[in-house]
């Protein structure tokens, strides 16, 4: 079972002229092996309920709950959200300078698990999954980040992933900075994850472009702080068409 609930989520952020309301009452539930997109203009706070979600310090919730099968997120640190099954990959991915991919996945695997995975398995597992994102087996040895093209963090974030395998994934972003190529790789990623039983993802982008190789099912506009429309897969086919206009001029 994996479903992640989030009830009018209120959410400020500290800026340099206090605090400043992001997120004004964001309800939006992902069902058991369901795929949901949030698409809206830049500033809409689509980061801002990334990191929310991943319980990020400058980002205070003021109002709301959010669930994980029931329990409640909000109260867990950063850790316990990774241990109860969220996954989060974020727009803008930290360089982690002298630590390598593969010491990094492991510890990650280890903190989540409880246990350091087999060694002889999860060197197999990681060699498996680098080459699956057309990633080099040296990858392993390079720095988180340090370097990484933007293709190559993306294809970073989707082996982690696939590595933890968590309850719900919720991706920022994820097709930003890639070519068509790259896209694919992680898009099949993503498939092959969501592809399991009752896998949730939350998958929040700026361009409809992801969407024709993750079909959601549902698609979410956000704008201002808000969920402005709600629908199918047709409705990333109409942002395609139309753009976010009537949307944004709706609350202005
Ligand atoms: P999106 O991801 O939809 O482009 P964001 O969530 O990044 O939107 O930002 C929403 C709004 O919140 C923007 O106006 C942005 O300037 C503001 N904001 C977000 N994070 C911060 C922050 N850490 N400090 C100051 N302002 C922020
Ligand atoms: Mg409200
Ligand atoms: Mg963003």
Known sequence: MSTLEIKDLHVTVDTEDGAKEILKGVTLTIGD???????GPNGSGKSTLAYSI?????????????TLDGEDVLSMSVDERARAGLFLAMQYPVEVPGVSVSNFLRTAKTAIDGESPKLRTWVKDVNATLEKLNLDPTFAQRSVNEGFSGGEKKRHEIAQLELLNPKVAVLDET???????????VSEGVNRFREQEGKGVLLITHYTRILRYIEPDFVHVFVDGRIAEQGGPELADQLEAEGYDKYVSAVR
């Open 33 to 39: 092996g369901e795929t949901h997109a949030i698409m």
């Open 54 to 66: 991943a319980g990020h310090p400058k980002y205070t919730v003021t109002g709301g709950t959010v």
């Open 175 to 185: 097709d930003s900075g890639l070519d068509i190529d790259a896209l694919k790789i």
